[in-house]
């Protein structure tokens, strides 16, 4: 098999392992999606090849001549990817998004660093194992127990708030905790606002309390906004 040849089924494999790891994340709805991961594979790959090919860089030396590193290559591909790692990472209120699709990232350019030198057993069984750990995974921990977090604004006239006491007993039968209860008094001073961060083990209470809130007279605007993972 010659050179090309072989590159050629390096950089192929690179790219359909990386795109394949892409595609659950697409599927997910993830910023970080298909082509991203098929790119960072197929990226790992051919810089890995410089380092498998290094008499290419200068043809007539004798390569007694020059000494390289290749494990310096795979260092700096693992920590440069850590950029574009850190850039699908973002908090929304109480959670952090993004670190599944961060980490996937970084294990596809391992991947792709492992086909670029031609482990082609290790790299597949790496894709196989990531996807697996991607949608399997996810499959047995939407199952576990887990608390599960919102945040709630809710809003009466300002001469007939509900009593922060009441509220509470009222937030706590509906089967929620409650963190960080914080007060807002609107501009034109016609509304008083409650704002929490409700904590349940059973989403299913979102519903439930807030057809609560429907039916309660004095409640005149609300807000439950769950919380991503």
Not at 132 to 147: D, K, N, Q
Request: aromatic content about 10%.
């Amino acid at each position: 098999m010659d050179d090309l040849e072989t590159i050629s089924i390096h950089l192929l494999g690179a790219l359909v392992a990386g795109g394949v790891i892409g595609l659950e994340r697409s599927y997910h709805g993830r910023p970080a999606g298909f082509r991203t991961h098929a790119l960072v594979c197929l990226a790992s790959s051919l810089l890995m090849l410089v380092t498998l090919y290094q008499w290419k860089w200068l043809p007539g030396v004798p390569m007694d001549t020059v000494r390289t590193d290749p494990t310096r290559m795979a260092q700096g591909i693992m920590t440069g990817i850590g950029f574009l790692g850190a850039g699908v990472i973002f908090k929304e209120g109480l959670s952090v998004r993004g670190l599944t699709t961060a980490a996937s990232i970084w294990i596809t350019a391992a991947i792709g660093v492992l086909i670029g030198v031609g482990f082609y057993f290790p790299a597949a069984v790496g894709t196989v194992l990531t996807i697996g750990t991607l949608s399997l995974f996810r499959w047995i921990e939407a199952r576990l127990p887990s608390h599960f977090y919102a945040h709630h604004s809710i809003r009466f006239d300002r001469a007939a708030p509900m009593p922060e006491a009441e509220l509470r007993r009222f937030v706590t039968d509906a089967g929620f905790t409650i963190a960080n209860m914080s007060y807002r008094l609107s501009d034109d001073g016609a509304w008083f606002d409650y704002k929490m961060i409700l904590r349940t083990i059973d989403p299913a209470n979102i519903s439930r309390y807030a057809e609560a809130l429907r039916g309660h007279a004095e409640v005149r605007a609300f807000r439950i906004s769950p919380t991503g993972d």
